[in-house]
């Protein structure tokens, strides 16, 4: 892939995990992979979520012990969006992360090197999020158009405008 998005495939450094991230559109080991979040598109629009400690955001988050990716991809559609996956899910890339923590976010996660997934896949809103009490607490989801999308994600991380927009292209 021609790599014209200098700001997602820069290297990061997420101070708030102790990570070193590069993006790459290299599939990770399944097995290295701790994260899962989701372009999801109804028609021509993005759902993205936000809630009071961390803004906007795209919907997913971390696996659970024994969790497939496509079920922690379902878990997370319903606590965060209230949506569910209305076609193929397709990953579109991968942060690839180096910890400097001494141990694992969760015990039974890889460590030092472990993987964030970025995937693509329509969805459809079927109710409002579930909010469990050790997840985030989302106070809004929107249908975004792409670029109020970008603006909105692109507040927090220079780079999602750029995951966006490659998450558009994905969609052929």
Same mark, same amino acid.
């Given at each position: 892939m021609k790599i014209d998005r200098p700001?997602?495939? /820069?290297?990061? +450094?997420? !101070?708030?995990?102790g990570l070193d991230a590069v993006f790459s559109t290299s599939a990770p080991a399944d097995e290295?992979?701790?994260?899962? &979040?989701? /372009?999801?598109?109804? *028609?021509?629009?993005?759902?993205?979520?936000?809630? !009071? +400690?961390? *803004?906007?955001?795209?919907? *997913?988050?971390? +696996?659970?012990a024994g969790e497939s990716i *496509?079920?922690? #991809? /379902? +878990?997370?559609? /319903?606590e965060e969006a209230g949506a569910r996956l209305a076609g193929e899910l397709r990953w579109i890339g991968a942060h690839h992360c180096v910890s400097d923590r %001494?141990? %694992?976010?969760? %015990? &039974?996660?890889?460590h030092p090197e472990k993987a964030w997934l970025w995937c693509v896949a329509e969805? !459809?809103? #079927?109710?409002e999020p579930g909010n469990p009490d050790d997840g985030e607490q989302?106070? !809004?989801v929107r249908l975004a158009a792409v670029a109020e999308a970008q603006a909105l994600l692109g507040a927090s991380a220079d780079w999602m405008p750029d995951l966006i927009a490659l998450a558009v292209e994905s969609r052929g």
């Open positions: 700001l997602l495939f /820069a290297p990061q +450094r997420w !101070e708030w995990g290295l992979v701790t994260n899962v &979040h989701v /372009a999801g598109f109804v *028609g021509d629009r993005i759902v993205v979520c936000r809630d !009071e +400690r961390y *803004g906007w955001f795209l919907p *997913g988050g971390t +696996r659970e *496509g079920e922690c #991809v /379902a +878990r997370e559609l /319903a %001494p141990e %694992p976010y969760r %015990p &039974h996660q890889p969805v !459809e809103i #079927v109710g989302v106070v !809004e």
